[in-house]
T-cell receptor, first 114, second 110 residues
Framework: DVKVTQSSRYLVKRTGEKVFLECVQDMDHENMFWYRQDPGLGLRLIYFSYDVKMKEKGDIPEGYSVSREKKERFSLILESASTNQTSMYLC?????????????FGAGSRLTVL | DAKTTQPPSMDCAEGRAANLPCNHSTISGNEYVYWYRQIHSQGPQYIIHGLKNNETNEMASLIITEDRKSSTLILPHATLRDTAVYYCIVRASGTYKYIFGTGTRLKVLA
C-alpha cells in the first residue's frame, strides 16, 4: 500500500512564524497535493504538484507556498503564519492524472496559530 | 467541473445496510465517481470508484444510475467502526482537481 507520511500530527506556532509542513510518499507517485480542511467548508485545495519542481495553485493558495525538490517529498510553507491559517492540513498523492487515479491521504497535520 | 450533493447526515442500525446517496447531475462522460470516508481526526480513506458500471470491493458497493446523474454507496453490513463522514467526489480523467463537498455524516447505531 502507498504510504503518505506527514511529519507532524500537531503543531502550535505563533503569529508571524515561518511554518514548514512536510509530506513524503513512498510509491513513486507523480502528483502530490496539499489541502486544508475546516469545519463546514470541506477540503479545499491549496497547491498541487505534478512533477519535481512543478507546481500549480489550487483554490486557496494565498499565504502559502510549496516546494518539491524530490519526487517523494512535497512541502507546504507558511511564510508568516496567521491565526486564520489554524486548520487541519492534509497531504495526498496520486500515481498520475490519467484514468481513474485514486488519491491517497496522509493522517493530517493539525496546526494551531496563536 | 461537476459538483456533488449529499445529505448532511444519516443514521443506520448496526448490521443493516447503509445506503448513502450522491447527486452529480452535471457529471461529464469522462468523470469518475469516487467515495472516501473520514473518521474523526484522520485523513480521508479511499473506498471505491466507478465510471459507468456498478462496482464492488471488500468494503462496499457502488451503484451508478444509467444516466450517471447519481450514485449510491452501499455498506452491506454496517458496524460501529463505519461511523464517519463519507465524501462523494467526481474527477475527470486527465485533470488534477478532485472536488470535495462537505459529505454525509453517517452514524451507525448499536
Amino acid at each position: 500500500d502507498v504510504k503518505v507520511t506527514q511529519s507532524s500530527r500537531y503543531l502550535v506556532k505563533r503569529t508571524g512564524e515561518k511554518v514548514f509542513l512536510e509530506c513524503v510518499q513512498d510509491m513513486d507517485h507523480e502528483n502530490m497535493f496539499w489541502y486544508r480542511q475546516d469545519p463546514g467548508l470541506g477540503l479545499r485545495l491549496i497547491y498541487f504538484s505534478y512533477d519535481v519542481k512543478m507546481k500549480e495553485k489550487g483554490d486557496i493558495p494565498e499565504g502559502y507556498s510549496v516546494s518539491r525538490e524530490k519526487k517523494e517529498r512535497f512541502s507546504l510553507i507558511l511564510e508568516s503564519a496567521s491565526t486564520n491559517q489554524t486548520s487541519m492540513y492534509l497531504c495526498a498523492s496520486s500515481l498520475s492524472s490519467s484514468g481513474a487515479n485514486v488519491l491517497t491521504f496522509g493522517a493530517g497535520s493539525r496546526l494551531t496559530v496563536l | 467541473d461537476a459538483k456533488t450533493t449529499q445529505p448532511p447526515s444519516m443514521d443506520c442500525a448496526e448490521g443493516r445496510a447503509a445506503n448513502l446517496p450522491c447527486n452529480h447531475s452535471t457529471i461529464s462522460g469522462n468523470e469518475y465517481v469516487y467515495w472516501y470516508r473520514q473518521i474523526h481526526s484522520q485523513g480521508p480513506q479511499y473506498i471505491i470508484h466507478g465510471l459507468k458500471n456498478n462496482e464492488t470491493n471488500e468494503m462496499a458497493s457502488l451503484i451508478i444510475t444509467e444516466d450517471r446523474k447519481s450514485s449510491t454507496l452501499i455498506l452491506p453490513h454496517a458496524t460501529l467502526r463505519d461511523t464517519a463522514v463519507y465524501y462523494c467526489i467526481v474527477r475527470a480523467s486527465g485533470t488534477y482537481k478532485y472536488i470535495f463537498g462537505t459529505g454525509t455524516r453517517l452514524k451507525v447505531l448499536a
